[in-house]
């Protein structure tokens, strides 16, 4: 294919937008291959579309290659299946909600759980029909807050999500991790740098889940590496054991019988509460003690108890009315009105949220704010406020921070779904076996701007040669000769199969087409310029910027 810049819809910008904040978005803006629509909905002019198909193309590859088969399903979804689930609820105000003409809600999917788990309960009825995965490129649906950034945080952007489906769980961690090598194998041959990490579930909700990340400034997610251990995680999930501190009246906390993590089942026994129902959301580390305990939305947990067992240091979600219950236990209270504090910008944090909190770490967490009120907010969940050099909670090294790209992120669900929807499958003794899930999402569009983020230089773009949106541009940098033996070496890569663009433009200096070249990206650059006659070309590294001149016929083979 023969890309002729004489034809093509690219517009390049000397100028960024007045917004744009990231390189990214500048970039992408600037070479033409993004538009914006409206806020947070992006065009994808040619060249752009180019290099998202590619990317989508890799992701197919691997996704067939463990046995995913693709699917669509509509983007325009029943509410009431989200409601089903209680996502409805966790999604809130990010959730695109609609009314048809009968008065029946829907949504825009925001990732597609509850649609995919009902396909395979109408779909499958055998456990001789597992292990099933299924996976969709789609347009999701998020109506983020801010959404900045350009197309690393769009309110519509493109999404890979596939769902696994198994019996039991061995198969159900066998999924996980085909899953887990085939991002590995996506991001290495998209040529991102990238990071897998221990992540928080949130609204997706399951058992435990990884986090893909690409290092970038411009990543919005903050990850703690130690140099010592293998150890990696989203600050968001990295939990610490206090140090010993003065017990401030909550008692000791007696210890579980589990050197790990404790199930969410052990933790309720132990707390002498009813398990999954009331307590899924909680968010524990232990060793010897609970450090941090989230009950987001709980009723039903009783405070004194969980509060016997708080160690010294632990932060407690609670309602406001499980505050109104027992102020006594609560030190720090944020009112529905809300703080202009760090921690309310966490997700988890929700309006009308108390907080219980044992005795302050010390030297940790100075957030010392008097609310309007009579309360004072003293300090903050442990699992927002990692510093760098803190110490791993594996080995105990200093750990270093970094700022990311959330690109993929995998999911163990158990039966989260499969429970709230009845989805059973005849096992091989005629009983019902109920199904478990895996989701595993990428974020295909903006993997082109974290990609765009890590790759770009101060001249412009520098793709990668599997995703770039042609592997030779062809500059015709003179008069009709240079003209005539640069058509005739694009007809050349062509016949050979190299996709080229071809900058064929005419009144356009040579020096605006070396700028835009630059500014495009594309990683190779063919120039036939001042030895043409001679059938000498010069071949440009976009990367290193290293030249050559080279034999028409040397310059193809290197090419081809
Ligand atoms: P973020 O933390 O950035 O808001 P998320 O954790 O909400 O992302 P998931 O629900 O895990 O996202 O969705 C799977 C993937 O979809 C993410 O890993 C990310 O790559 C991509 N993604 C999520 N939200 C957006 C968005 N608004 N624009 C572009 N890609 C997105
Ligand atoms: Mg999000
Ligand atoms: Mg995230
Ligand atoms: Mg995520």
């Not at 829907?106 to 001789?128: M, N």
Request: glycine share 10%; with cysteine.
């Amino acid at each position: 294919m023969v890309l002729r810049m004489s034809r093509l819809m690219v517009t390049t910008l000397r100028d960024a937008p007045a917004d744009a904040e990231t390189l990214s978005h500048k970039l992408l803006v600037r070479a033409g291959y993004v538009r914006r629509s409206s806020a947070g909905m992006w065009s994808w002019l040619p060249l752009g579309k180019r290099v998202l198909d590619n990317v989508a193309r890799i992701v197919r590859e691997e996704m067939d290659a463990i046995g995913g088969q693709e699917v669509l399903l509509p983007a325009l979804l029943p509410g009431e299946t989200y409601e089903a689930t209680g996502r409805a609820q966790e999604y809130g105000d990010l959730l695109f909600r609609l009314t048809d003409r009968k008065g029946a809600g829907y949504v825009l999917g925001p990732t597609h759980e509850e649609v995919f788990t009902l396909l395979v309960k109408d779909q499958v009825s055998s456990y001789k029909d597992l292990p099933l995965i299924l996976y969709q490129i789609q347009a999701k649906y998020r109506d983020e807050a801010r959404p900045r950034s350009g197309v690393l945080r769009g309110r519509e952007f493109l999404m890979k999500d596939a769902y696994s489906f198994d019996t039991g769980e061995e198969g159900q961690i066998a999924a996980y991790r085909a899953h887990r090598e085939a991002y590995v194998r996506i991001f290495r041959r998209l040529g991102l740098d990238f990071r897998i990490v221990s992540a928080v579930s949130g609204a997706m909700g399951g058992s435990d889940s990884e986090e893909f990340l690409a290092p970038a400034a411009a990543g919005e997610d903050t990850f703690a590496d130690c140099p010592a251990c293998d150890y990696a995680a989203n600050t968001e999930a990295v939990t610490f054991t206090p140090p010993p501190a003065a017990d401030e009246g909550h008692g000791a906390p007696t210890e579980l019988d589990t050197p790990d993590t404790p199930t969410i089942e052990a933790l309720a026994a132990h707390l002498g509460v009813p398990a999954a129902a009331t307590l899924k959301n909680l968010l524990v580390t232990v060793d010897g003690e609970i450090t941090a305990v989230g009950v987001p939305g709980d009723r039903e947990v009783d405070l004194g108890k969980l509060a016997e067992h708080l160690a010294p240091a632990t932060v407690a979600l609670v309602t406001a009315e499980d505050f109104a219950r027992r102020p006594d236990l609560v030190r720090g209270y944020v009112g529905p009105q809300g703080l202009d504090l760090p921690y309310l910008a966490d997700p988890r944090v929700a309006p009308g949220t108390a907080w219980i909190t044992g005795a302050n770490k010390p030297g940790r967490h100075a957030a010392n704010v008097v609310c309007g009120r009579d309360f004072t907010v003293d300090r903050y969940l442990d699992v927002v406020t990692v510093r760098s050099g803190d110490p791993c909670p594996n080995c105990g090294a200093g750990l270093s921070l970094g700022r990311a790209i959330e690109i993929g992120h995998i999911f163990r669900l158990g039966t989260k779904y499969t429970d709230a929807f009845g989805v059973d499958v005849l096992g091989p003794d005629g009983t019902p076996v109920r199904v478990t899930m895996g989701s595993y999402g990428i974020g295909v569009s903006r993997a082109v701007a974290a990609l765009a983020e890590q790759t770009a230089d101060e001249h412009g773009l520098c793709w990668p040669a599997e995703v770039a949106p042609a592997r030779v541009h062809v500059v015709a940098a003179g008069k009709a000769a240079q003209a005539e033996l640069a058509e005739q070496i694009a007809d050349r890569l062509h016949a050979a199969g190299v996709t080229v663009l071809l900058d064929d433009r005419t009144g356009v200096s040579a020096g605006v087409k070396f700028t835009d070249a630059e500014l495009l990206g594309v990683p190779r650059i063919l120039v036939a310029g001042r030895r043409a006659a001679e059938g000498v070309v010069e071949l440009r590294d976009r990367r290193t910027g290293e030249r050559e001149d080279l034999p028409v016929a040397e310059a193809l083979a290197r090419l081809t």
